[in-house]
């Protein structure tokens, strides 16, 4: 169905946004999200998000990672009755 000026009505729409959220695995609610989040971006400006995102996940681990070992070293300084102050 398409409506005036040459696009497609409201029903269509919908029902394509259905069909292609059917497609891909997820809900038409999901792709609003998308299309809210991402709508204004380009390519690249969305790649460079991804990168960024799996980046920053990757430096959270780290620092919880390295702020693991920490407290367990100062736990081995405090059992052993080192003082971390020469």
Avoid: F
């Amino acid at each position: 169905m398409w409506g005036h000026g040459g696009t497609p009505c409201r029903d269509c729409v919908g029902e394509c946004l259905e069909d292609a959220a059917r497609e891909v695995g997820v809900s038409k609610h999901t792709i609003y999200g998308w299309k809210a989040k991402y709508g204004g971006m380009d390519v690249n400006e969305v790649q460079e998000v991804k990168q960024l995102r799996e980046e920053n996940g990757r430096l959270k681990k780290l620092v919880a990672d390295l702020s693991l070992d920490k407290d367990a070293l100062q736990s081995v300084i405090r059992k052993n009755g080192w003082s971390s102050q020469s």
